[in-house]
């Protein structure tokens, strides 16, 4: 069967041909319907974060999978059910963080990430994954299903920050979300249709026209240009923001987040940057924290319980909203076009079956 995958040092993905794989007990086997791409893909690719399998010469790409059971296998799903899998997998047998459910919470060397770091992606015609990680999803949403796995690392995110605030009525009106990729405008499109904000912004570092302005603009949210005006500088930010996604890997926005919160607000941080050392004020830092109640909270990956929240969250977002995301999925013949990554390219799929 034909996958696509990543050599080492070889900085572009190719087609390589390998065996379809055999179920064992407890686990289905699942024909890929499409698989999203995303800015870690691109970190994976160019060897910036990720790596392959032990033993191995390439990893499989693809983490943001939609798929369809060919073979449950004695599992209890069904033939033809459309299903969406979870990422992390138990690195040797399994530990305290997956029994439980917290996947998620895993600390590095106690899972691997399928696609991205340890265990083959599900950028192939087919892959195997024990049930427990397959998350059905209604057959309408099948087209767009590689949309769960993003949507559900907002809602483990959104999950922490206003778990952060359970210790009183936090009641947060007003957001920014710190950059315009995929992740970004998803949450954007979250927060404006599923949750209680009432302002909302989003920083990006495009001109006018782009794709991505308009659609924020469209959504009802505010552009921010970077170049013009740094974080802690936006309208409201001298009262500040009551949350901010930070979704741009851009490290000096982490600690501008500190400053550009609101009293009590919270900042959860999501982008994976390289190492890059910069000047900070650490003393006015931890007294905006202490003084004013604030909250950072770090936060990857999601666990089954964000996909489901996801699949519920996909069902509500306006149409014309995905229709604009999307912007590209392509057969296996065309993968490369997945992965172009310029202005004009918003999220993108691999189609290995036409829906
Ligand atoms: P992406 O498509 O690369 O998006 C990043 C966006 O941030 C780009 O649109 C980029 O703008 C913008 N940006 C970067 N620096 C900026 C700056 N200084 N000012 C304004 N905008 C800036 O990636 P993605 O898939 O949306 O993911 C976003 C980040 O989250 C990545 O770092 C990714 O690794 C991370 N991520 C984390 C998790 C998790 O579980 N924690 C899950 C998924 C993704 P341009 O396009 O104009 O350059
Ligand atoms: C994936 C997560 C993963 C994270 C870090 C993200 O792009 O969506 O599932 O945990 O990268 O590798
Ligand atoms: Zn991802």
């Known amino acids: 069967m034909k996958t696509i995958a990543v050599e080492p040092g070889a900085g572009k993905p190719t087609i390589l041909e390998k065996p379809v794989p055999e179920p064992r007990a407890g686990e289905a086997l699942v024909r890929t319907l499409r698989v999203g791409v995303d800015g870690t893909d691109h970190e994976v690719i160019s060897g910036g974060h990720g790596g392959i399998p032990d ?3 390439h990893l499989v790409l693809g983490h943001e999978a939609v798929g369809i ?13 459309i299903v969406v899998p979870t990422v992390r ?3 040797n047998g399994t530990n305290h963080y997956f029994e439980s459910g917290y996947p998620d919470m895993a600390p590095e060397g106690e899972y691997v990430e399928r696609g991205i770091v340890g265990g083959h992606g599900f950028m192939a015609k087919y892959f195997t994954s024990p049930a427990e990680y397959l998350v059905p999803i209604p057959e309408e949403l099948a087209p767009l299903g590689f949309l769960v796995e993003p949507i559900s690392i907002s809602e483990k995110a959104l999950e922490h ?4 605030r359970s210790a009183f009525d936090w009641r947060p009106e007003s957001a920014m979300v710190l950059g315009n990729g995929s992740l970004g405008l ?10 209680d904000f009432e302002r909302l912004y989003c920083l990006g570092r495009r001109d006018r026209p782009d794709p991505t302005i308009d659609i924020i603009e469209k959504l009802g949210a505010t552009y921010v240009d970077s170049r013009e005006t740094p974080v802690s500088k936006v309208p409201e930010a001298h009262e500040g923001m009551d949350f901010i996604y930070e979704a741009t890997g851009y490290a000096p926005h982490a600690f501008e987040t500190i400053e550009a919160l609101a009293p009590n607000g919270v900042g959860a941080l999501l982008g994976v940057p390289s190492s890059w050392q910069f000047d900070i004020d650490g003393g006015a830092l931890h007294r905006e924290f202490v003084l004013h109640n604030k909250a950072l909270v770090g936060s990857v990956n999601s666990h089954r319980g964000h996909f489901e929240a996801a699949i519920d969250t996909l069902s509500q977002l306006p149409e014309w909203f995905t229709d604009d995301l999307v912007t590209g999925v392509y057969d296996l013949d065309a993968f490369e076009a997945a992965f172009d990554d310029d202005d004009t390219t918003i999220k993108t799929a691999v189609q290995f079956e036409s829906i």
């Open 89 to 91: 997998r138990p690195p």
């Open 186 to 195: 998803v949450t954007v499109a979250m927060l404006l249709e599923t949750r």
């Open 69 to 81: 059971v060919e073979d449950p296998n004695g599992t209890g799903l069904e033939a033809g059910e």
């Open 161 to 164: 920050a206003y778990a952060s």
């Open 55 to 57: 033993g191995d010469d």
